[in-house]
């Protein structure tokens, strides 16, 4: 069985080894214990780590285990990590040090750290030197080799590490096990050339690279074949997504917006640099496209987008939402802020105060800055006080709450097309799901609804939900 294709560090020979020991050690387990070893993961960050997981979890399930949502159950406990932010770091550390425990209990137990917390040196050097009950250690890039790492844990019973360089091929041939069957992240690119001056992402994910647009269309065929309705594409910049012979971006929603049986298409994330005309253009002319664009501001001081090397203004900024609503008046736009970036002045958080009221989000996501070792931010002066970040941050969010509860009240007494997702894990009663606006709707309805599109109209608001009555099919 081939599951990946491996870069040159690896040859095809010791390839082929890895997955035929795999599959032993399966069969004697199952044999001597009547089950399959199982596996758990869990995911820290973005929906670019959402989906890994999905392709880990294809991977692993190729190769003969079974996955298990019970953590204490696991032969093979896997935590696909950020960097983004200290808090989910320390979230990371704190449960595999809780781990050394349950190791001492279940001797077989294999722990597994991935991701983009595995691409920095400092926090690999940590746990070679204090977390030794870790097995496998791999980053952001090499996701394809998981077989040889389990070989060579199973092997030499000892540490494993990947080889810490970075990988510019993309690898075409894993899927994903995916958590629902009727909507899909596809990923289009990876890497950044930004170099935000807060920002990981360029030394955890390498360079910019595109995949084909005949690959990415070709998986989006398959998928609407098998049922999917709605497409997420992912990239750390999906804006410069860059083909052959000048295919852009907004080529590539075109060819999608034709493929039969996909009703709807959504991206993440943007930058602002690169909304073209064309990709606006967009908004007005495909018919599967969601009414929906999440577009970073980050601070609403020009001063501060300098220091963070933003590469644009406010005024461009606002510019292009003006465009964007020209094409589409009933968009809903949603951002990332940072409060507290190194330097910050109130002066320069009233205009990110100021901004927000212009714009007026239908949400945000918003942070503290946090120190990302590594970055350019780290080393500025000016550092601003924890407690002066947090009173910011608040502060931010009664704004931004106060107008999302007002965008989603004009919602009232309209109907929203909305595919349902899921049962409330509150009422087994109501059913969630998203509106065209990717507004979160919740309604009473039966189970069997799952992956249906279907009219709701919206009876109440608050400002992160809607609440709704389902309309009854004649």
């Given at each position: 069985?081939?599951?990946?294709?491996?870069?040159?560090?690896?040859?095809?020979?010791?390839?082929?080894?890895?997955?035929?020991?795999?599959?032993?050690?399966?069969?004697?387990?199952?044999?001597?214990?009547?089950?399959?070893?199982?596996?758990?993961?869990?995911?820290?960050?973005?929906?670019?780590?959402?989906?890994?997981?999905?392709?880990?979890?294809?991977?692993?399930?190729?190769?003969?285990?079974?996955?298990t949502d019970n953590e204490k159950e696991a032969d093979y406990i896997i935590y696909n990590t950020c960097l983004i932010r200290e808090n989910a770091e320390l979230k990371v550390f704190g449960r595999v040090g809780a781990l050394k425990s349950l190791k001492r209990e279940k001797k077989s137990l294999k722990i597994i750290l991935c991701g983009c917390m595995m691409e920095n040196e400092g926090i690999r050097n940590t746990i070679k030197s204090k977390y030794r009950h870790?097995?496998?250690?791999?980053?952001?890039?090499?996701?394809?080799?998981?077989?040889?790492?389990?070989?060579?844990?199973?092997?030499?019973?000892?540490?494993?590490?990947?080889?810490?360089?970075k990988i510019d091929l993309i690898v075409e041939d894993i899927s994903s096990i995916r958590k629902y069957d009727f909507k899909a992240y596809v990923n289009i690119m990876y890497g950044c050339n930004n170099f935000c001056t807060y920002c990981v992402v360029p030394y955890t994910r390498g360079r910019e690279r595109s995949r084909d647009s005949?690959?990415?269309?070709?998986?989006?065929?398959?998928?609407?074949?098998?049922?999917?309705?709605?497409?997420?594409?992912?990239?750390?910049?999906?804006?410069?997504?860059?083909?052959?012979?000048?295919?852009?971006?907004?080529?590539?929603?075109?060819?999608?917006?034709?493929?039969?049986?996909i009703k709807r298409i959504s991206f993440m994330t943007s930058h602002p640099k690169d909304i073209s005309d064309e990709l606006i253009a967009s908004y007005g002319q495909l018919n599967n496209l969601l009414k929906y664009i999440h577009l970073p501001i980050q601070s609403g001081s020009n001063r501060i987008l300098k220091e963070m090397n933003r590469k644009y203004t406010v005024e461009y900024y606002i510019d292009k939402i003006n465009k964007i609503r020209d094409i589409m008046p009933n968009i809903a736009i949603s951002t990332d802020i940072i409060v507290g970036f190194p330097g910050e002045t109130e002066e320069d958080f009233?205009?990110?105060?100021?901004?927000?009221?212009?714009?007026?989000?239908?949400?945000?996501?918003?942070?503290?800055?946090?120190?990302?070792?590594?970055?350019?931010?780290?080393?500025?002066?000016?550092?601003?006080?924890?407690?002066?970040?947090?009173?910011?941050?608040?502060r931010l969010n009664d704004v931004l709450n106060k107008i999302?509860?007002?965008?989603?009240?004009?919602?009232?007494?309209?109907?929203?097309?909305?595919?349902?997702?899921?049962?409330?894990?509150q009422n087994p009663n109501i059913l969630s799901g998203r509106s065209e606006q990717n507004k979160l709707v919740h309604f009473e309805g039966n189970k069997s609804l799952i992956g249906e599109l279907v009219t709701v109209e919206i009876t109440n608001a608050k400002s992160f939900t809607l609440e709704g009555v389902l309309e009854v099919r004649k």
């Amino acid at each position: 069985m081939k599951v990946a294709r491996i870069h040159s560090l690896y040859s095809e020979a010791e390839y082929d080894e890895a997955i035929k020991y795999i599959k032993n050690y399966i069969a004697d387990y199952v044999d001597k214990y009547g089950v399959k070893p199982r596996f758990f993961i869990k995911t820290y960050g973005c929906q670019m780590n959402e989906h890994d997981s999905e392709r880990i979890m294809w991977i692993l399930k190729k190769l003969g285990f079974s996955f298990t949502d019970n953590e204490k159950e696991a032969d093979y406990i896997i935590y696909n990590t950020c960097l983004i932010r200290e808090n989910a770091e320390l979230k990371v550390f704190g449960r595999v040090g809780a781990l050394k425990s349950l190791k001492r209990e279940k001797k077989s137990l294999k722990i597994i750290l991935c991701g983009c917390m595995m691409e920095n040196e400092g926090i690999r050097n940590t746990i070679k030197s204090k977390y030794r009950h870790v097995d496998i250690v791999f980053g952001a890039n090499t996701l394809e080799e998981l077989p040889l790492y389990i070989y060579r844990n199973l092997v030499d019973n000892e540490q494993v590490f990947d080889s810490f360089d970075k990988i510019d091929l993309i690898v075409e041939d894993i899927s994903s096990i995916r958590k629902y069957d009727f909507k899909a992240y596809v990923n289009i690119m990876y890497g950044c050339n930004n170099f935000c001056t807060y920002c990981v992402v360029p030394y955890t994910r390498g360079r910019e690279r595109s995949r084909d647009s005949d690959d990415i269309l070709k998986e989006i065929r398959a998928l609407a074949s098998s049922g999917v309705k709605e497409i997420i594409l992912l990239g750390q910049n999906v804006n410069s997504y860059r083909g052959k012979y000048g295919y852009g971006f907004h080529n590539l929603l075109s060819d999608i917006d034709k493929i039969d049986g996909i009703k709807r298409i959504s991206f993440m994330t943007s930058h602002p640099k690169d909304i073209s005309d064309e990709l606006i253009a967009s908004y007005g002319q495909l018919n599967n496209l969601l009414k929906y664009i999440h577009l970073p501001i980050q601070s609403g001081s020009n001063r501060i987008l300098k220091e963070m090397n933003r590469k644009y203004t406010v005024e461009y900024y606002i510019d292009k939402i003006n465009k964007i609503r020209d094409i589409m008046p009933n968009i809903a736009i949603s951002t990332d802020i940072i409060v507290g970036f190194p330097g910050e002045t109130e002066e320069d958080f009233q205009a990110t105060l100021d901004l927000v009221k212009k714009v007026k989000y239908d949400s945000s996501f918003s942070f503290i800055y946090s120190i990302r070792p590594g970055t350019k931010a780290a080393n500025l002066i000016n550092q601003i006080a924890e407690e002066e970040k947090s009173l910011r941050l608040k502060r931010l969010n009664d704004v931004l709450n106060k107008i999302s509860y007002e965008k989603n009240s004009e919602c009232i007494g309209k109907k929203e097309i909305v595919l349902v997702e899921e049962v409330s894990k509150q009422n087994p009663n109501i059913l969630s799901g998203r509106s065209e606006q990717n507004k979160l709707v919740h309604f009473e309805g039966n189970k069997s609804l799952i992956g249906e599109l279907v009219t709701v109209e919206i009876t109440n608001a608050k400002s992160f939900t809607l609440e709704g009555v389902l309309e009854v099919r004649k």
